[in-house]
């Protein structure tokens, strides 16, 4: 049974910056995508970023390209979403998500960590 443990949200000012952790365990990390997405109030969760078992050919959405960074350390069985230049409508409740594969269909969710941007 995979279990995701997200660290890092909080309260930060326009165009501050923000370092999101997610602790993986359970299962080999190596071997599992790994995905940020995001859930504001009234809105439905939307990907954030995504990055394979390599490291290479990640994604972002189009909200957050130039500003957002994933990574993973294989070695640590974690995953982080460096977040800069942060406006108020990133504002959003975070989650981390593994998966065999990029579809989410499966995906092992963690509880979330709250992000708020302040203007």
């Known amino acids: 049974q995979v279990q995701l443990v997200e660290s890092g949200g909080g309260l930060v000012q326009a165009g501050g910056s923000l370092r999101l952790s997610c602790a993986f365990s359970?299962?080999?990390?190596?071997?599992?995508?790994m995905g940020w997405f995001r859930q504001a109030p009234g809105k439905e969760r939307e990907i954030v970023a995504a990055?394979?078992?390599?490291?290479?050919?990640?994604i972002f959405a189009d909200s957050v390209k130039g500003r957002f960074t994933i990574s993973r350390d294989n070695a640590k069985n974690t995953v982080y979403l460096q977040m800069n230049s942060l406006k108020p409508e990133d504002t959003a409740v975070y989650y981390c998500?593994?998966?065999?594969?990029?579809?989410?269909?499966?995906?092992?969710w963690g509880q979330g960590t709250q992000v708020t941007v302040s203007s």
């Open positions: 998500a593994a998966d065999g594969s990029s579809n989410w269909y499966r995906a092992y």
């Open positions: 359970g299962r080999t990390f190596s071997r599992y995508y």
């Open positions: 990055i394979p078992w390599s490291g290479g050919g990640t």
